[in-house]
């Protein structure tokens, strides 16, 4: 984790602390040290919904950045595997060699060009196929079905081509889901509510108490970064990166030259 993760905690646990410190001073004498057992009652049942609530958004956040990652993984499979079907086409060298060149300037577009667009935030769903992947299909017209090996390459790319669509959309749209203001909101205000508790609450060891209230803190923050991270999957600790097509777009130039 980055260094300033912690730079950006240390203004957090001071406030914290020095808001403990003058509860401690000013606020536990009189009626709110008499009410220990409504304070206990009042925990039980919001830290269990607190619980609840940051576990259900975590939970979601991570599922879709295992998709992201998922999807990524299976177009990167479809695209070698277009490569290598044409493999099987028989006295077709330049149209094989075509196929691979307008695989090329796809993998490429999506290095250069719309890795870029997804960090975005402006940027919406594209769900309409890009110039480059109809550059491909008509490279991909031009295979000759001479004989039952080029009928089967024939079919297989076609196929391949159909779930690099899929997975491409799918790709650009999970990256653009986040998650919804008004659960980030109510986590925010249920994290305030958690330690202001915590830190009005009657607890007769000083140690004890900056403890409880010290580490709610920390482990509030850090929640709260992740679930931001989380949510920008293309930067961060959590970032997914466009290595696996790099690496696709040396085996391709390979081919090629």
């Not at 009626?31 to 919001?46: K, N, R, S, Y």
């Not at 879709?64 to 099987?88: G, P």
């Not at 919804?180 to 109510?186: A, D, G, M, P, R």
Request: hydrophobic share 45%.
């Amino acid at each position: 984790m980055k260094i300033t993760s912690f730079k950006w905690l240390i203004p957090w646990l001071a406030t914290s602390g020095g808001l403990t410190w003058l509860a401690r001073e000013f606020l536990f004498e009189g009626p709110l040290a008499q009410d220990v057992e409504a304070w206990g009652g009042f925990f039980t049942v919001f830290g269990i919904l607190y619980a609840i609530v940051l576990g259900f958004v975590l939970i979601l956040a991570l599922e879709r950045l295992s998709l992201l990652r998922q999807t990524i993984d299976s177009e990167i499979n479809a695209l070698q595997d277009v490569r290598d079907f044409t493999i099987y086409l028989d006295d077709q060298e330049e149209t094989r060699r075509e196929i691979w060149r307008e695989l090329l300037v796809y993998v490429r577009s999506v290095v250069e060009q719309e890795w870029t667009e997804m960090r975005h935030p402006s940027r919406k769903c594209d769900d309409d196929t890009s110039p480059e992947l109809e550059n491909l299909m008509k490279a991909t017209n031009k295979i000759s079905a001479a004989n039952e090996s080029d009928s089967v390459a024939l079919s297989a790319i076609i196929g391949h081509i159909g779930e690099i669509t899929t997975f491409r959309t799918r790709r650009i749209c999970t990256a653009q889901e986040h998650t919804e203001k008004q659960l980030v909101y109510l986590l925010e205000f249920m994290s305030y509510v958690l330690v202001g508790g915590l830190i009005l609450t009657v607890v007769q060891s000083v140690f004890v108490h900056y403890m409880m209230v010290l580490s709610t803190v920390i482990a509030v923050y850090f929640s709260l970064k992740i679930l931001k991270d989380l949510d920008h999957p293309l930067s961060g600790d959590w970032k997914v990166g466009p290595s696996p097509f790099q690496k696709l777009v040396s085996s391709l130039e390979k081919h090629i030259s």
